[in-house]
Every structure is written in C-alpha cells, then in structure tokens.
C-alpha cells in the first residue's frame, strides 16, 4: 500500500530557531518527492520537488532532502519567522500514470512563536 | 501565485440542500482535480478530469459529481447535502504534458470549507 507517514505531527519552536521535518514513504514506483507549505485556510503551495536523482534541494530558508535508497526525506527550516507557521506536508507521487497521482502525507503543524 | 480560484470560500448550509462549489482556473490546464481534506488529515483524491467532457472518480468515495463542459471550469456539486459532507474541498490543476524533469506540478486553490449543519 502507497503511504506517506510524517513526523512529528507537530512542533513549536521559537522565532530565529531552526528545524527538521522528516518523511517515509512507501510509494512505488517513485517518481517524485515534494514539499508543500500550507497556511490555515488555504490551498498547499509548492516548496520543492525532487526527482530521484536529486537528494537536496534549497528553496530560500527551505532546505529539503531525499533518500531514494531508505525512502525519506527531511525538510530543514533555516532561522525560522512568524510567517512559518503553517502544516508542512509531504507528497510522493509514483511513475507509470498519465495522472501523475500523488500521495499525501497528514503533514507537520509548525508553530512559530516571537 | 497559482491563478486558480474558489468560491465560495467558505458556506454554512441545511441539511438536504443542492450545492454546487465552483472552481476555476485561467492558466489553461488540462487537468483538473478536486480533493477532500478533514483537520489535521491528508488530502483524498475525490474527482479528476484529463479535459473538456472526461470527468473520473478519485481514491475516495464520495456522493459529489463533477462536470467540465469548459477548460477553466470544473464545478462539484452535492444534490443533498448532509453533516457528513463537513469538510475542506480543495480544486488543482496541472498541465496535460510533464515538466522537462517527467513530474506534473499541481496548482492549488484556496479551498471551501463546507459546513453543514
């Protein structure tokens, strides 16, 4: 069965602080591993997409990493702001679909606080 | 800024009312998606389209139907809606082909939280 399992399901950190979200997945065949940003009451925004070949990725203060070999990834959050807060979630997509489906994780609720 | 849009964003209604959550999107996807999302859980996969007049039911059952008589637009309703049908729905879109690195990046909206009482 294609899971997305995320860890921890939520973490409160202080403003200027650094963290690490992780990710095991189980999808197969992998295509894709991607991060999505998700403020209270609105849609996911992409932050990264990795492909199997890549295993780290930056986005601005975002940094995610990809273990193709033991299925995981990780998603580091540099010098951390108020505006961080948010569910970070997971997503596996698998190869061999024209839909390009994609596999959800229930994501980690990240509380910024000043 | 993804231009994909949902209205309402946010509707109270009785149970046994028809209700239709509108989703629309202007940067000419194909593809078009309709997801569910209770607090705290992962997006469900609830309907899908390739394109004008192809519609298809996603991973989760659900009592809603969909159309897509227009590119940009790919409406859901409920004929009769009931508490259970409480929920987040999330619309995305994505381009028909995959990007230079073979992946289909998907645009959300910003969803409807749907509420019935």
């Known amino acids: 069965k294609n899971q997305v399992e995320q860890s921890p399901q939520s973490l409160i950190i202080l403003e200027g602080k650094n963290c690490t979200l992780q990710?095991?997945?189980?999808?197969?065949?992998?295509?894709?591993l991607r991060w999505y940003k998700q403020d209270t009451g609105r849609g996911p925004v992409s932050l990264t997409i990795?492909?199997?070949?890549?295993n780290t990725k930056s986005n601005g203060r975002y940094t995610a990493t990809l273990d193709a070999d033991t299925k995981q990834s990780s998603l580091h959050i540099t010098a951390s702001q108020l505006s961080d807060s948010a569910s970070y979630i997971c997503?596996?997509?698998?190869?061999?679909?024209?839909?390009?489906?994609?596999?959800f994780g229930r994501g980690t609720q990240l509380t910024v606080w000043p | 800024e993804a231009d994909i849009y949902q209205t309402p964003r946010y509707l109270v209604i009785g149970t046994g009312k028809k209700i239709t959550l509108e989703c629309s999107q202007t940067?000419?996807?194909?593809?078009m998606y309709w997801y569910q999302q209770d607090p705290g859980m992962e997006l469900h996969l609830i309907h899908y389209?390739?394109?004008?007049?192809?519609?298809e039911k996603g991973d989760l059952s659900s009592e809603s139907t969909v159309s897509r008589i227009r590119t940009e637009h790919f409406p859901l309703t409920l004929e009769s809606a009931r508490p259970s049908h409480t929920s987040q729905y999330l619309c995305?879109?994505?381009?028909?082909?995959?990007?230079?690195?073979?992946?289909?990046?998907?645009?959300f909206g910003p969803g409807t939280r749907l509420t019935v009482t």
């Open positions: 995305a879109s994505s381009e028909s082909n995959p990007s230079s690195a073979g992946f289909y990046e998907q645009y």
């Open positions: 990710c095991n997945y189980t999808v197969s065949p992998f295509s894709n």
């Open positions: 990795m492909t199997f070949s890549e």
């Open positions: 997503v596996v997509s698998d190869r061999g679909s024209t839909l390009g489906r994609l596999y």
């Open positions: 940067m000419g996807h194909d593809k």
């Open positions: 389209s390739y394109g004008v007049n192809s519609t």
